[in-house]
Nanobody
Framework: QVQLVESGGGLVQAGGSLRLSCAAS????????MGWYRQAPGKQRDLVAF???????KYADSVKGRFTISRGNAKNMVNLQMNSLKPEDTAVYYC?????????????WGQGTPVTVSS
């Protein structure tokens, strides 16, 4: 079993900042990638950003220059610093991790943390 525990969502005014964190635990052998996706009401779940074990990062065009993804100090942890937030950033944010378990491939999701940006 793998658990992803997310924290840091909430309500913020436009222009404000939030920091999301995600910690993975369980029978994890190796993590190749940790990332964040978001899903707004009535829309599909889209990639926000990810970071590989080598430190390579990728961002959605809509968040480049405003969001920063980083590995946490603790093992199997990832953070998403979100600055200059806009109302269109409102969504449920999901942590995702890919790699391998002791028993097979790993592709796990967190329960989601809501982010609401008011105008």
């Amino acid at each position: 079993q793998v658990q992803l525990v997310e924290s840091g969502g909430g309500l913020v005014q436009a222009g404000g900042s939030l920091r999301l964190s995600c910690a993975a635990s369980g029978s994890i052998f190796n993590i190749n990638l940790m990332g964040w996706y978001r899903q707004a009401p009535g829309k599909q779940r889209d990639l926000v950003a990810f970071i590989t074990s080598a430190g390579t990062t990728k961002y959605a065009d809509s968040v480049k220059g405003r969001f920063t993804i980083s590995r946490g100090n603790a093992k199997n942890m990832v953070n998403l610093q979100m600055n200059s937030l806009k109302p269109e950033d409102t969504a449920v944010y999901y942590c995702n991790t890919k790699g391998s378990l002791l028993s097979g491939p790993l592709d796990a999701w967190g329960q989601g943390t809501p982010v609401t940006v008011s105008s």
